[in-house]
């Protein structure tokens, strides 16, 4: 299939010992994380203060990462298309309501209930940034990074603008810890562009593959390795990549038979958009 | 700057709802008016009765106590038995295999709207581990306790190998998967793409909306002076887009947010406005060229009055404006699917649903709403879809607008 061209403007992190981009690009060149507890999530301090001591886990974790990729993509977030990835949502607040259904369902918070939805994220970033653009939330299980950033790419190429990409996912909570994987949240944010605002994007060139990914897309690295049991674990791949940790190609599944090809021209030598 | 999109149309689609399964049983509701509405009883939803009872009606869809297939059994349950009773509709499964077999089954995608998925089914497990029940656990526990099974599942079901992706946006998943169906053809991702969704009943969405004050204690009465509130109910339906003109084309879309308010829309239906000026653009259309459309219409009071004024400021005399929440619910995350199939069986057979339930319209909607159907030429033919969130997604279906490509060629 036909090669495309985007090019990568901003990128974003949280995870509770990395947060942000350059602490991030600073440890896969390293070799190891930063040592000790890791941070709590921040307060979305973009939010109204109603809404930010109310928000949930998952608005918290994508904002943030949001934030950093659109602040250093130098756009203005009202004119960006935005893609919100995540397997599995906001997982404290399904639990607590699975639990209240179970128990007293008439007792179910109109506030949880509302953050349930997948795309409470979405719904939040665009009310922050006053932006009446498209905004979309998917899911594709375990390839729900690749997945993103395919819709992210696709929406990108075929609608010649910029895409916001907010690929997040919180730790598992209560029964459901047995069935989903995450142990620790983690949030990646892109800012992608069909057109460079700046002189140092990287170019990704991307294309979809019959077949499965080539090597070496399992995780070697040490600190991909400490955090192969955060949620987006799948992203890790591309993030050694963009930090400098190794060269390129990146093969990611979007499912057994079907890769999405990631090339950066040139090869991630220094540590940014936004590093 | 809206987006052109490359030429798709549907050859196949298929939908079942509290109306009945099928196009047949849609059609004929719509011709007589009748609606599938019910009042919720104490027949359980999932493994276990309901803990609660609400006073309400839903468009509950009749046939869903037989589990799946022995092959299918990992799968079974309420959303996937839904879905499994609209593939069995209209010939669909026959046209994806044919198509498959054309293009092989990579080049066949997959883009399903749901907003629950098969949350049902996680509400049992933990209903079960209340009681005692040992709570899910292993790999095909994994795949069905997830937002993506339904997709995961239709995709085995139909023997697809192309991109396969959930689109979770609350009322407007299974329009905008429309959207992301439509870019993947642009860009020759895939040959065909198969589009839709499923939401079923569940505690979730019926005590959820109840915390809202958003549930209607009888049948709903969308635009009505007495509207009270949504039916929820449930439906799955399934759409092949393929490449090319056709009679029932996709001739634009456009997707917007509020930007506003997670639960309430714009009061001045700021991002509803927004997505039907994309929309008429990328099909390079005026609003007066829209015979029929199939409103969001939910039955709450605010929802209600932001769309019959964007109705009243946008849209011709001449447009036929209906909903169809009282006859089948409000499907949520399958309601663009729904409003689609109303909108291709009104470019097929010319025939116009009105907005059954509602006997008092609201005067301050000036009389616009239609009460009745109808049936006449109609060549244009809208699907709105809102959410929370915020979200706003407007499709336009018409037949191949080859007689008017100059114009286009302007847009």
């Known amino acids: 299939m036909a090669e495309h061209r985007a090019w990568i403007e901003g990128i974003g992190i949280w995870a509770p010992t990395l947060p942000d981009w350059p602490a991030a690009c600073m440890a896969w060149r390293g070799g190891a994380l930063p040592p000790g507890p890791g941070a709590r999530l921040p307060a979305p301090g973009e939010l109204p203060p109603a809404e930010r001591r109310r928000a949930p886990a998952s608005v918290a974790l994508a904002l943030e990462a949001a934030r950093q990729a659109v602040t250093a993509s130098g756009r ?44 409470a994220a979405s719904g939040a970033w665009s009310q922050v940034h006053a932006c009446h653009r498209g905004s979309t939330a998917i899911s594709a299980g375990e390839h729900s990074f690749a997945h993103g950033l395919l819709e992210a790419l696709v929406q990108c190429t075929s609608q010649r603008s910029p895409v916001l990409l907010v690929a997040f996912d919180t730790a598992a909570a209560g029964p459901l810890a047995q069935l989903v994987p995450a142990r620790a949240p983690m949030a990646v944010a892109l800012v992608l562009a069909a057109e460079p605002l700046q002189t140092e994007a990287l170019a990704l060139d991307w294309q979809v593959d019959a077949g499965r990914p080539a090597p070496p897309t399992p995780v070697h690295h040490p600190v991909s390795a400490a955090l192969a049991e955060h949620g987006m674990a799948a992203a890790l791949p591309l993030l050694e990549v963009l930090a400098g940790a190794r060269p390129g190609p990146v093969g990611l599944p979007l499912d057994p038979r079907l890769t999405l090809s990631l090339r950066l021209q040139p090869s991630a030598s220094t540590c940014h958009p936004g590093g | 700057m809206p987006s052109t999109p490359t030429p798709t149309h549907v050859s196949a689609i298929t939908v079942t709802s509290a109306i009945g399964p099928g196009m047949r049983a849609l059609a004929e509701a719509m011709k007589t008016g009748r609606s599938g509405l019910q009042p919720l009883d104490e027949r359980p939803l999932g493994q276990h009765p ?29 959303n996937h038995r839904l879905a499994w009773q609209a593939l069995q509709g209209d010939g669909f499964t026959a046209a994806v295999q044919a198509v498959v077999e054309r293009h092989g089954p990579g080049r066949v995608a997959l883009v399903l709207g749901t907003s629950t998925s098969s949350i049902g089914a996680t509400e049992d497990a933990y ?16 795949r069905l306790y997830s937002l993506h099974a339904l997709a995961h599942f239709v995709r085995a079901v139909l023997g697809l190998g192309g991109v396969t992706q959930t689109v979770s946006t609350a009322c407007t998943s299974s329009a905008k998967a429309f959207c992301t169906a439509e870019r993947l053809l ?54 092949l887009l393929e490449r090319g003109p056709g009679p029932l084309q996709l001739l634009g879309w456009g997707e917007s947010s509020d930007a506003h308010h997670m639960s309430a829309p714009h009061p001045q239906g700021l991002g509803a406005e927004q997505a039907l000026d994309q929309a008429l653009a990328s099909a390079g259309l005026d609003a007066d060229a829209i015979d029929f459309v199939h409103l969001h219409g939910t039955a709450t009071p605010q929802n209600d009055e932001v769309e019959a004024a964007l109705l009243l400021r946008r849209f011709s005399q001449h447009t036929h404006a209906a909903s169809t929440k009282g006859m089948t619910g409000h499907t949520l995350g399958a309601a663009g699917i729904l409003g689609t199939a109303f ?38 033919a809208a699907c709105h879809a809102f959410g929370f969130g915020g979200t706003n997604c407007v499709l336009l279906w018409g037949r191949d607008p080859a007689g008017t490509a100059e114009d286009a060629d302007h847009g």
């Open chain 1, 76 to 119: 203005p977030g009202h004119e960006l298309l935005s893609v919100f990835t995540s397997a599995h949502g906001d997982q404290p607040v399904i639990d607590q309501l699975c639990q209240t259904l179970a128990e007293q369902p008439l007792l179910v918070s109109p506030t949880r209930f509302i953050h349930s939805i997948h795309n």
């Open chain 2, 50 to 78: 309901p803990l609660a009872r609400l006073p309400t009606w839903v468009g509950r869809v009749e046939g869903l106590d037989t589990p799946l297939p022995p092959t299918w059994q990992p799968w079974d349950c309420r």
């Open chain 2, 127 to 142: 209903r079960g581990l209340a009681q005692g029940e040992p709570f899910p656990s292993g790999k095909a526990a994994t």
């Open chain 2, 186 to 239: 642009r860009l020759d991702l895939a040959d065909a793409v198969v589009v839709g969704g499923a939401d079923s009943l569940c505690a979730s969405v019926l005590f959820g909306f109840h915390a809202l004050q958003l549930v209607s204690p009888e049948p709903c009465r969308p635009f009505d002076r007495r509207r009270q509130g949504i039916n929820l109910g449930e439906a799955a339906g399934f759409a």
């Open chain 2, 343 to 380: 909108c291709l069986q009104a470019l097929q057979t010319g025939w116009m649903p009105g907005t059954v339930q509602t006997t008092d319209p609201d005067p301050a909607f000036g009389g616009r709403i239609a009460l009745t159907p109808r049936q006449t030429e109609v060549r244009v």
